[in-house]
């Protein structure tokens, strides 16, 4: 067993040149044992030792992109240059890859022991943005409206589809954990009420120019959706609408459900556990419900030329008739707001399944793979919906350095979706002076300690108490 441990650490540190893509769940909380922490990410978890604890504020940044800095700019040793480097942007990029974002708090939380029971209670604001990266906008700047053989594009998309998307919803969760101690069987199961606070995105939304051949004139093509639904109404001239009254209304809420199955099995110094997450249709968006349009359809606007001196008197710029003119041509762009139907938007399912082994209790290697399937949009009709499968596997050691002292570090194996990473560092420290007071720092799929090369970084901190 040492020397499999050994040549896994090997393994992971001769990856170390590959880079980092981004994933929502800080992988590292997963086996360990002493953290209320690991009951989020498997319900039949809870910290051993511990007959009581609260879990104080805490607060998790989640960011994540395809692209670093050194991606896009690059120094040229030959022309002693900065350059934007647009062939060696597209050579990472697809249509697939999102521009990722997330700020979760958990506002607070408790969990107390009852013979061979174990029973919790979480709730947390959760935030995500995702957007998406203009891969056709940036090959027309590469190759603008001319193909390779020399004749011209007729038409040159530069966005389409779901370019944005933004929802933010508050968690709240009741969980119980059962353990069997005659078969070293423990399970747990988790209900959520998933209570809608925000949600923005963008359907539809196309941009495209079609030059005519003989190079006369340019022609630009734009539609746009942008659709959103809030926990309070909205109006053009005096904004939101807040109601003290409607916020606690749940049947007048965008509410969803959903459930956290979990189960662990004790073999000696083996733990083997299994946990399938966020079990749901997502949350039904179904109130306050508004989506803007062009008031004049698909907006087209047909550009010939401009006559400068209808806009320029005496070499000054007169602002009128340069409002007019932009009025004339992009006055059916202009948004006009109507109320739109319901639909359901998904919260991402999450399976974890891990393994791990403790040596003399004071030292902990663990393995997890952890998959996370995201649908998006749920609606009849839609062409745009969202299907991805993302996974990583982690190998992460503890340490415990004293008492109330201990040391996590880890590394990701990262599927995103589009391209395989073999190298994700993480680490953190476990604080517990006292026995009872806790203090955690954890940061995970580190992508380089460079900020130029940075991708990706999920760092969380916050506060508990344990009795």
Not at 131 to 142: F, Q
Request: charged share 15%; with cysteine.
């Amino acid at each position: 067993m040492k020397k499999i441990f050994i040549i896994g650490i090997m393994c992971v540190m001769g990856a170390m040149g590959a880079k980092a893509q981004f994933d929502e769940t800080n992988n590292l909380f997963y086996h360990l044992v002493r953290t209320p922490q690991s009951n989020y990410l498997n319900p039949a978890f809870y910290p051993i030792k511990t007959t009581f604890y609260i879990n104080l504020p805490g607060t998790e940044l989640q960011f994540g992109s395809p692209l670093a800095m050194t991606d896009v700019i690059h120094y040229d040793k030959s022309s002693q240059t900065t350059v934007i480097d647009l062939d060696n942007i597209l050579s990472c990029l697809s249509k697939e890859n999102k521009f990722r974002l997330g700020a979760n708090v958990n506002v607070f939380g408790f969990g107390f022991k009852v013979k061979n029971m174990f029973f919790t209670f979480s709730s947390r604001l959760t935030n995500t943005v995702n957007m998406g990266l203009p891969v056709s906008a940036i090959d027309a700047l590469r190759v603008g409206n001319m193909n390779d053989d020399g004749t011209v594009r007729p038409v040159v998309e530069l966005m389409s589809g779901d370019v944005v998307n933004a929802t933010s919803y508050l968690e709240t969760a009741l969980g119980a954990a059962y353990s069997f101690d005659d078969l070293h069987l423990t399970v747990g199961l988790r209900a959520k009420l998933l209570y809608g606070v925000l949600n923005i995105r963008t359907d539809n939304t196309k941009l495209e120019f079609v030059t005519d051949p003989s190079m006369d004139s340019v022609t630009a093509r734009m539609y746009y959706e942008v659709q959103s639904a809030a926990c309070v109404p909205y109006d053009t001239a005096t904004g939101f609408d807040i109601n003290v009254g409607d916020l606690f209304n749940l049947g007048k809420a965008n509410t969803g459900l959903a459930f956290d199955l979990g189960a662990k099995y004790d073999w000696g110094p083996f733990t083997f556990s299994l946990a399938i997450n966020d079990l749901s249709a997502g949350i039904h968006w179904k109130n306050n419900v508004i989506t803007w349009r062009p008031q004049g359809g698909q907006g087209v606007i047909e550009f010939t030329g401009m006559d400068v001196s209808s806009i320029l008197d005496h070499g000054e710029m007169s602002t009128d008739s340069l409002s007019a003119y932009i009025e004339e041509r992009l006055g059916n762009m202009t948004p006009t707001m109507v109320d739109s139907g319901d639909y359901w938007f998904a919260v991402p399912t999450k399976i974890n399944l891990g393994a791990s082994y403790s040596f003399a209790k004071m030292f902990r290697a663990g393995l997890l793979f952890h998959g996370q399937f995201d649908r998006g949009l749920l609606c009849k009709g839609n062409d745009g919906v969202e299907n991805t499968f993302r996974f990583n596997t982690t190998l992460s050691c503890s340490v415990n350095l004293a008492n109330w002292v201990e040391a996590v570090v880890g590394s990701s194996i990262v599927y995103d979706g589009e391209s395989l990473d073999l190298f994700n560092p993480g680490f953190g420290l476990i604080l517990t002076p006292g026995t009872f007071f806790q203090l955690y720092f954890m940061t995970d799929y580190v992508s380089s300690f460079y900020l130029t090369d940075s991708k990706a970084f999920n760092i969380k901190v916050g506060l508990g108490l344990l009795f």
